[in-house]
């Protein structure tokens, strides 16, 4: 469903209101205490920020996949930590049950997740399986009318918060590969699942990853995702299709925002008696900045009109979170490097900031990773039309 353009321009005024006089104010707060105030958390249950991609019958805004983007603009222009919060109920955690759940998991799940009263996780990597996704250890062995999990994830986003897990486990053990790989839908309350304790990261402070164990976790066959076993794998390949998309409109907001910052500081700094903004090396460093995050932007919302419109984008959701996530890094390179020595120092932000976006290049699938899907349906496509 799409908002009418009075109701979206309405929404993305208020978000940015919220960001610029609600959020940026605790940027360093929230960095220093690796915590979000829980009033903040509150006020974003209240925006709806939670079920921003979540049909309307389950509580959600719904928005469209353009609609979304527009809104991660706004979102990212502030520390990342704050999205993630919400950031695996709109996509990772709660799109596997949209794409592939059944109605009765839909039902029970889905207005929990938008309205933010549970966060959803999602429990794919493993400490032997990343890239290699389809080579995941975690088994889940069918036990009469139940499924019982055994084994370990890594790096699980939100897993300290949340009260559902998807977890994408083997449920024919001896057959190796996709084929034979399940989600199932654990709530954080099963006996036998434990979070370990939050991971010491390089950057996001706020925003939590944590090992989540499996110990002959038990759950009825009801909590098999879709209700079929051996769909997982594609179901996971889905919503990450959609959340690369996210992503990339993410690194955009973040790349605008960094540009700004770089531009005000180098119009206020004088060396050699003017603003360090009227020599042409700093202005080279602003035009390539303000270039490759335009490029990116009109990237990001051809993708998702694409979408929007049926069209498959597997590559061009690659291409967003490739393109993007490398070109905030090198926005945010720049931008400390026109900040000179005061970009180095914690005071300024930005030296955060170029630690945040660096996850950007490695979670929901490596740069070599999009590259690698890029490059085959480009081969598969050159070879099915000869
Ligand atoms: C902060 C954070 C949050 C995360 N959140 C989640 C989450 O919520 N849920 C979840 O399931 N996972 C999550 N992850 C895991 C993340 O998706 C993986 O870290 C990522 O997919 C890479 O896997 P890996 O770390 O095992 O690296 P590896 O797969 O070991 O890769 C190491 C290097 O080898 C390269 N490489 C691997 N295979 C190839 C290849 N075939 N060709 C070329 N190069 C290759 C990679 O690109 C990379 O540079 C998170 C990770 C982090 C750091």
Not at 66 to 87: C, Y
Not at 118 to 146: H, K, M, N, Q, V
Not at 322 to 336: H, K, L, N, W
């Amino acid at each position: 469903m799409s908002l009418d353009p009075e109701t979206l321009e309405q929404l993305r005024d208020t978000v940015r209101r919220f960001v610029s006089e609600r959020l940026m104010p605790l940027e360093q707060q929230v960095g220093e205490t690796d915590q979000i105030p829980v009033d903040i958390l509150k006020e974003m249950r209240a925006l709806g920020l939670f079920g921003l991609s979540i049909p309307t019958e389950y509580g959600g805004l719904g928005l469209s996949m353009f609609e979304e983007v527009q809104i991660a603009f706004e979102l990212g222009r502030t520390s990342p930590a704050f999205r993630s919060t919400f950031g695996t109920n709109i996509s990772i955690g709660s799109q596997g049950i949209i794409i592939d759940g059944t109605d009765e998991q839909k039902n029970h799940y889905l207005p929990k997740l938008a309205s933010g009263e549970i966060i959803g996780s999602f429990a794919l990597t493993e400490p032997g399986s990343g890239s290699d996704a389809a080579s995941i250890r975690t088994t889940a062995t069918r036990d009469g009318d139940d499924y019982i999990i055994n084994g370990v994830k890594r790096f699980i986003t939100n897993a300290p918060e949340a009260g559902l897990f998807t977890v994408f486990a083997r449920t024919s053990p001896p057959q190796t590969g996709a084929s034979g790989i399940s989600a199932v839908l654990v709530p954080a309350d099963t006996p036998g699942l434990h979070v370990g304790p939050a991971d010491k990261k390089m950057g996001q402070q706020g925003a939590h990853t944590a090992d989540v164990t499996f110990d002959n976790c038990r759950v009825s066959k009801q909590a098999l995702l879709g209700g079929a076993e051996g769909i997982g794998f594609k179901t996971a390949m889905k919503v990450l299709d959609r959340g690369r998309i996210h992503i990339g409109a993410v690194c955009v907001g973040l790349a605008e925002r960094l540009i700004g910052d770089a531009l005000n500081y180098a119009l206020d700094r004088e060396q050699f008696g003017q603003p360090i903004a009227e020599f042409q090396l700093v202005q080279a460093m602003l035009a390539e900045s303000k270039t490759e995050a335009f490029a990116a932007r009109c990237m990001v919302e051809e993708s998702a009109r694409r979408r929007d419109a049926g069209v498959p984008v597997i590559t061009e959701s690659s291409c967003c979170k490739f393109y993007c996530s490398e070109m905030v890094g090198r926005v945010a390179d720049r931008a400390v490097q026109i900040h000179g020595g005061a970009g180095y120092m914690a005071d300024y932000g930005v030296e955060r900031f170029y630690r945040d976006v660096r996850l950007f290049r490695i979670y929901e699938g490596t740069s070599q990773i999009q590259q690698l899907v890029i490059a085959r349906n480009m081969i598969r496509e050159a070879r099915s039309d000869q």
